[in-house]
T-cell receptor, first 116, second 110 residues
């Protein structure tokens, strides 16, 4: 079975450019999460969706960051304009939303983003 | 104070030895707990869920202490391949949001 699929795997771009990261969750999963990981700050939750609806975007660092989930099988995280401090590994994860307790999340391979 | 705290390590462990480490969580409303493993430059992967009664999966044993608000992970008969960062995770019942600790690095040496 296919896991969470992220693209691109690596992105190097100059500051000021728009960056779009993509994620395809596991089929049948109805929760999707975007994380950022750096050495200094560890794994940080940026935003998550339940049934394609954004539930908590309090982790989105600035207005330069935006995320969408137009359908159950696709989500994007956009940074515009990008800055060097946005350099990090960005992970997408998905899980099944059900009552009575939270389910473990399954992560994609991540996108390594470098802003020069 | 972080919601989920871990000793960053590293824990240097001789091959074949036993290693154990804890993780504390500050939100008493936390209901679900997990241990994830992350290898260098890879994504976090679920190692095991943590149940109230404690649970074992092969050489790995997880315990939950609600009164003191910590969970633990014990690795018996350590293998070189156990070298990784172990992430502790806690979450409340509603919303499906997980909170990750900063990770504990374990290095198993021959």
């Amino acid at each position: 079975d296919a896991g969470v699929i992220q693209s691109p795997r690596h992105e190097v771009t100059e500051m000021g450019q728009e960056v779009t990261l993509r994620c395809k969750p596991i089929s049948g999963h109805n929760s999707l999460f975007w994380y950022r990981q750096t050495m200094m700050r560890g794994l940080e939750l940026l935003i998550y969706f339940n049934n394609n609806v954004p539930i908590d975007d309090s982790g989105m660092p600035e207005d330069r960051f935006s995320a969408k989930m137009p359908n159950a099988s696709f989500s994007t995280l956009k940074i515009q304009p990008s800055e060097p401090r946005d350099s990090a590994v960005y992970f997408c994860a998905s899980s099944i939303l059900q009552g009575g307790g939270n389910q473990p999340q399954h992560f994609g391979d991540g996108t390594r983003l470098s802003i020069l | 104070r972080k919601e989920v705290e871990q000793d960053p390590g590293p824990f240097n462990v001789p091959e074949g030895a036993t290693v154990a480490f804890n993780c504390t969580y500050s939100n008493s409303a936390s209901q679900s707990f997990f241990w994830y493993r992350q290898d260098c430059r890879k994504e976090p992967k679920l190692l095991m869920s943590v149940y109230s009664s404690g649970n074992e999966d092969g050489r790995f044993t997880a315990q939950l202490n609600r009164a003191s608000q910590y969970i633990s992970l014990l690795i018996r008969d350590s293998k070189l391949s156990d070298s990784a960062t172990y992430l502790c995770v806690a979450s409340k019942a509603a919303g499906n949001k997980l909170t990750f600790g900063g990770g504990t690095r374990v290095l198993v040496k021959p």
